[in-house]
């Protein structure tokens, strides 16, 4: 695991109150884009960080995680 999925980690709970049902991506330990596609948070997160790969997550709701439990 590197150390933007560990930052996702991290951050998970705060990550599905702010951002529920929404795709995030992270790079350099840090949130660069929040949208409604995989592809567009890692379309934006690779123009402000083209030399990176970043690590992108739909971000469940509460109610999807209930069916986790």
Known sequence: MDKDDLWIVE???ELV???PGKY???VNEK???V???GKEVEDK???IE???MPSVLR???EEDMACLL
Do not use: D, M, W
Request: charged share 20%; net charge positive; proline share 8%.
């Open 50 to 52: 083209p030399s990176k």
């Open 24 to 26: 995030v991506a992270v």
């Open 31 to 33: 949130l660069v884009a």
């Open 45 to 47: 997160a690779r123009e």
């Open 59 to 61: 971000v469940p709701r």
């Open 17 to 19: 109150t702010k951002y």
């Open 35 to 37: 949208g409604n596609s």
């Open 11 to 13: 951050h998970f709970s």
